[in-house]
Nanobody, 116 residues
Framework: QVQLVESGGMLVQPGGSLRLSCAGS????????MGWYRQAPGKQRELVAA???????TYADSVKGRFTISRDNAKNTVYLQMNSLKPEDTAVYYC??????????WGQGTQVTVSS
């Protein structure tokens, strides 16, 4: 059974930092491209950052220079380091594991709220 379990979401003040984690099980983690998506109320889910099995990374323009995605295949975990957080970063953040267009899995999401 495939499981992706996110953690680390919480309430943080503008300008603060958070690190999200996503632990995977039931998959050969190192073969999967891993991504972080987010969905704010009333908006579509959007890609925030992704990292391939070969460690290539991509970021949404809105988070470039502030967020960093990384992975530890030995721990079957992908991370999202978020710095200089803004209120517009408030959303539910989801972890995704993708082997192909037809083989991908989602976590349950973790809430990030940026507010003073």
């Amino acid at each position: 059974q495939v499981q992706l379990v996110e953690s680390g979401g919480m309430l943080v003040q503008p300008g603060g930092s958070l690190r999200l984690s996503c632990a995977g099980s039931g998959i050969i983690f190192r073969l999967y491209a891993m991504g972080w998506y987010r969905q704010a109320p009333g908006k579509q889910r959007e890609l925030v950052a992704a990292i391939t099995s070969g460690l290539s990374t991509t970021y949404a323009d809105s988070v470039k220079g502030r967020f960093t995605i990384s992975r530890d295949n030995a721990k079957n975990t992908v991370y999202l380091q978020m710095n200089s957080l803004k209120p517009e970063d408030t959303a539910v953040y989801y972890c995704n594991a993708a082997l192909s267009d037809r083989v991908n899995y989602w976590g349950q999401g973790t809430q990030v709220t940026v507010s003073s």
